[in-house]
């Protein structure tokens, strides 16, 4: 199996940056793509943004050109560079990691970590 540790998050000003990370381990696993989602209390879990092994990334109307992800293949790590951050954006961020490994494809999910951006 895969495990997700998300380091990052807390409280900022709007306006301001934050940046998370998510590191995967396991053993005898290979990472088809990796991610961030976020949830609010009362609502579905959404996107954010995600990249690919291959580096083609994924994000969400309400980020683009403020969110930015990117990731180390080798180092199984993918993080999320969070600039202009606005109070809607507060929420609990997950990271997501969908790999294969000996039983074939499956998903993982960090602990989740708490952005929340002060108006």
């Known amino acids: 199996q895969v495990q997700l540790v998300e380091s990052g998050g807390g409280l900022v000003q709007a306006g301001g940056s934050l940046r998370l990370s998510c590191s995967a381990s396991?053993?005898?696993?290979?990472?088809?793509?990796m991610g961030w989602y976020r949830q609010v209390p009362g609502k579905q879990r959404e996107l954010v943004a995600d990249?690919?092994?291959?580096?083609?990334?994924n994000y969400s109307d309400s980020v683009k050109g403020r969110f930015t992800v990117s990731s180390d293949n080798a180092a199984n790590t993918v993080s999320l560079q969070m600039n202009d951050l606005k109070p809607e954006d507060t929420a609990v961020y997950y990271c997501?990691?969908?790999?294969?490994?000996?039983?074939?494809?499956?998903?993982?999910w960090g602990q989740g970590t708490q952005v929340t951006v002060a108006s």
């Open positions: 997501n990691a969908e790999f294969m490994w000996s039983a074939g494809l499956n998903t993982a």
């Open positions: 396991g053993t005898s696993f290979s990472i088809l793509t």
């Open positions: 990249i690919t092994s291959g580096g083609y990334t």
